[in-house]
């Protein structure tokens, strides 16, 4: 009987308990594109450069919300040269989310090899209340990407 009536306020409880989740699934339906300006290291926020350098040496992704901007970052980790720059496709709203899509293109001349570098872009653009998708743009086939 206690064992019957634990079962029952286990199941019970976890009804109640995944009632109160929520999945928020962003469906894909045309976006409209936002307004936004790369932002250069000098000009961003002293706690934003410090998780930056913090998460530079691996592929990261995160955003920063301060009173009146919303920053988005993508760092592309480690590479193994230098030359490397970031080509920002798309920035755009939909009903329930943004889409950040980015692309890594590769060095023109590998004469930099042996220098590693850390690319990284931060855009900014208006404070949103909507969650943000990072995505990887179209592979250029020029670009190779070192580990």
Same mark, same amino acid.
């Given at each position: 009987?206690?064992? /019957? $009536? $634990? ?7 976890? @009804? ?12 894909e ?11 250069? !290291?000098?000009?961003?926020?002293a706690?934003? /450069? ?6 530079? =040496?691996?592929?990261?992704?995160? /955003?920063y !919300?301060?009173?009146?901007? @919303?920053?988005?970052?993508? =760092?592309?980790? !480690? ?11 798309? @920035?755009? $709203? ?7 899509? /980015?692309?890594?293109?590769? *060095?023109?001349?590998?004469?930099? $090899?042996?220098? *590693? ?12 209340k ?15 990407? =070192?580990?």
């Amino acid at each position: 009987m206690k064992k /019957t $009536a $634990a079962v029952l306020g286990l199941i019970l409880w976890s @009804l109640l308990f995944l009632g109160g989740c929520r999945f928020i699934k962003i469906e894909e339906e045309p976006r409209k594109p936002l307004e936004y300006s790369i932002v250069k !290291q000098e000009n961003l926020p002293a706690e934003l /450069t410090a998780l930056i350098e913090e998460k530079k =040496g691996k592929e990261f992704q995160m /955003t920063y !919300q301060s009173e009146k901007e @919303l920053f988005l970052i993508k =760092g592309y980790g !480690q590479q193994m040269s230098g030359g490397y720059s970031i080509q920002v496709e798309e @920035l755009g $709203a939909s009903s329930n989310g943004l889409f950040f899509v /980015t692309r890594l293109i590769g *060095p023109k001349d590998l004469n930099e $090899a042996g220098v *590693p570098s850390y690319p990284c872009i931060v855009i900014k653009t208006e404070p949103q209340k909507k969650p943000v998708v990072f995505r990887e743009g179209k592979a250029d086939s020029g670009s190779e990407k =070192g580990e």
